[in-house]
């Protein structure tokens, strides 16, 4: 009856060290740690190993509920799977272990509320774009390269004193930024790999 820890972040800029010394405070005996992705379909080898390691009487436990899945389906179909193997759920921030009835109801309830925040926010933020575009606004990222930054640059390539990656770091962009804006005329070719 082992008790097996699971971490996750989502990007490499993130740290595992909360979870893992949260789930190390809360008994685990092993932990299984990665970075990737909650969404379904998406790789996480060590998630697929702690579900080959887990055995009956064995305790699944995790920080939050979503380091599990992003959708009450998933995160269901879980449950169901840990139950049938007679393998409890532990999620520390909630307090609910699914070894007892009443934590397998509380599971319940808040994997669907969880995927309904999820699309709640999805729903305010395409109601938040459409808004803008109405207003005539445009969405995606802002524009690198200001018109004032272009025409510096471009003074600078043309007057041939800096190589294009000088320019490109001192315009803060990067080289193939800048060569979507500037205008190249002859003899770029050697001026381009330096």
Same mark, same amino acid.
């Given at each position: 009856?082992?008790?097996? &820890?699971?971490? %996750?972040?989502?990007?490499?800029?993130?740290?595992?060290?909360?979870?893992?010394?949260?789930?190390?405070?809360?008994?685990?005996?092993?932990?299984?740690?990665?970075?990737?992705? &909650? $969404? +379904?379909?998406?790789?996480?080898?060590?998630? /697929?190993? !702690?579900?080959?390691? *887990?055995?009956? #009487?064995?305790?699944?436990?995790?920080?939050?509920?979503?380091? !599990? &899945?992003?959708?009450? =389906?998933? @995160?269901?179909? !879980?449950?169901?799977?840990?139950?049938?193997? +007679?393998? =409890?759920? +532990?999620? @520390?921030?909630?307090?609910?272990?699914?070894?007892?009835?009443?934590? $397998?109801?509380?599971? =319940?309830?808040?994997?669907?509320?969880?995927?309904?925040?999820? /699309? @709640?926010?999805?729903? %305010?933020?395409?109601? &938040? *774009?459409?808004?803008?575009?109405?207003?005539? %606004? +445009?969405?995606?990222? $802002?524009?690198?390269?200001?018109?004032?930054?272009? %025409?510096?640059?471009?003074?600078?390539? /043309? $007057?041939?004193?800096?190589?294009?990656?000088?320019?490109?770091?001192?315009?803060?962009?990067?080289?193939?930024? @800048?060569?979507?804006?500037?205008?190249?005329? #002859?003899?770029?070719? =050697?001026?381009?790999?330096?």
């Amino acid at each position: 009856m082992a008790i097996l &820890g699971y971490a %996750r972040v989502s990007t490499n800029d993130q740290s595992l060290d909360r979870q893992t010394d949260e789930l190390s405070a809360a008994g685990a005996e092993m932990i299984y740690a990665e970075v990737g992705s &909650g $969404k +379904k379909g998406a790789p996480r080898p060590q998630w /697929d190993e !702690l579900l080959r390691s *887990l055995r009956q #009487g064995d305790t699944l436990m995790v920080t939050e509920l979503s380091r !599990l &899945g992003r959708s009450t =389906s998933q @995160l269901s179909a !879980l449950a169901d799977d840990l139950s049938e193997r +007679k393998v =409890s759920l +532990k999620i @520390l921030n909630l307090g609910i272990d699914t070894g007892t009835p009443a934590g $397998k109801l509380v599971y =319940s309830i808040v994997s669907a509320v969880a995927e309904m925040e999820r /699309d @709640l926010l999805i729903e %305010r933020t395409n109601s &938040g *774009l459409a808004a803008s575009r109405a207003r005539g %606004r +445009k969405g995606g990222r $802002k524009r690198e390269f200001s018109p004032a930054a272009v %025409r510096k640059a471009q003074e600078q390539y /043309d $007057k041939g004193d800096l190589s294009v990656t000088e320019i490109a770091r001192l315009a803060g962009v990067s080289r193939q930024t @800048l060569y979507r804006y500037l205008t190249i005329t #002859g003899g770029e070719s =050697s001026r381009s790999a330096a």
